[in-house]
C-alpha cells in the first residue's frame, strides 16, 4: 500500500494540545507500517520548520523517531516541503532518512502515473503571495535568516504562521467550486499536455477526490489538523479515507 498525507502543521500555536496532536499522527503512522510500502508526506506537516547548522526546531522527536523508525524498516518516505516548512538543509535526509523533494513531482507507482505536489503557487494570481513565496525560497533570504538568533528566529517564524492561520481559517474546508479553486483550475491545465491518472495535493485543507476530462482525477488530501484525514493507492485504486474525529486540535 502507498499512503499519502498532508497538512499536520505540527508545532502550530493554535493546537490546544500539541502532545495528543503529535501521538495522533504517530498512531496513525503506527497503524498503516504492517502494509506500507512507501508514504508521502505532501508538504505543511510542521507549521514552521528552519535548520540552522547545529540546530533544529524543539519538540516533534516522537513524530521524527517514527519516521526514522519506519525508514529503517524499509519503509520509502517521501516529504515535500510546503510553504510552512521549506527550510530543511539535510537534516531530515541524514538524520532520519527522508527523501527530500522541494518541488513537484510526476512519477509512476503501479501502473498509474502520478503529479504530485504541495500546492503552493500553483495557478496563483495573488502578486502578494508570489513575490512572498519567492522570498522565502531565496538562497539569499535562507542564509540571511540564519544570522538571527534561534530563539527569535523561531518564535518569529510560529507567530507569522499563527497570523497567517486566523487570517485565512474561514476559507479552509470549503470548496470554492471548479472554477475558483486554484489547484483544480492548475490540473485541469496541466492534465492537458501531461498523461497523468492523478494529480495529488495538501495546502487546501479540503478533501477533494474530482474526476475531470478522461478520468483524470485530482486529489485534495484534506488535512491531519482538523479532518485527519489521508490517501491510500493499493497498486491500481486510489481512495480518501478519515481516521476518528474524536479530537479537534484548532
Known amino acids: 500500500m502507498i499512503y499519502f498525507i498532508s497538512d499536520a502543521h505540527l508545532g502550530s500555536r493554535l493546537v490546544k494540545n500539541p502532545r495528543a496532536h503529535e501521538k495522533k499522527i504517530t498512531d496513525w503512522l503506527d497503524s498503516v507500517k504492517k502494509d506500507a510500502t512507501a508514504i508521502y508526506l505532501l508538504g505543511d506537516m510542521f507549521d514552521f520548520w528552519y535548520e540552522y ?23 520509502e518516505i517521501h516529504f515535500f516541503t510546503g510553504n510552512h516548512d521549506i527550510w530543511t538543509f539535510g537534516y531530515l ?3 532520519v532518512g527522508l527523501i527530500v523533494h522541494r518541488g513537484p513531482v510526476e512519477l509512476e507507482i503501479g501502473n498509474k502515473r502520478f503529479f504530485l505536489a504541495h500546492g503552493d503557487g500553483l495557478n496563483a494570481n495573488d502578486k502578494g503571495f508570489q513575490l512572498l513565496r519567492k522570498i522565502f525560497h531565496s538562497r539569499t533570504a535562507q542564509q540571511l535568516f540564519r544570522l538571527v538568533p534561534a530563539q527569535l528566529g523561531q518564535n518569529f517564524g510560529y507567530a507569522w504562521s499563527k497570523r497567517n492561520r486566523l487570517r485565512i481559517l474561514h ?35 479540503i478533501l477533494l477526490d474530482l474526476e475531470i476530462k478522461d478520468k483524470k482525477r485530482v486529489i485534495i488530501l484534506g488535512d ?15 481512495h480518501l479515507e478519515n481516521v476518528p474525529e474524536d479530537q479537534q486540535v484548532w
Not at 470549503?174 to 494529480?199: I, R
Not at 482538523?226 to 491500481?236: A, L, R
Open 53 to 75: 547548522r547545529t540546530v533544529v526546531p524543539k519538540g516533534y522527536v516522537r513524530f521524527l523517531g517514527k519516521l526514522a523508525e519506519l525508514v529503517d524498516a524499509g519503509i
Open 93 to 95: 535526509e541524514q538524520e
Open 171 to 205: 476559507l479552509e474546508n470549503k470548496f470554492l467550486g471548479e472554477e475558483k479553486e486554484d489547484l483544480v483550475v492548475f490540473s485541469k491545465k496541466y492534465a492537458l499536455d501531461h498523461n497523468v491518472d492523478f494529480m495529488i495535493y495538501g495546502h487546501r485543507h
Open 224 to 238: 491531519f489538523v482538523s479532518i485527519f484525514s489521508y490517501g491510500v493507492f493499493d497498486g491500481e485504486n486510489f
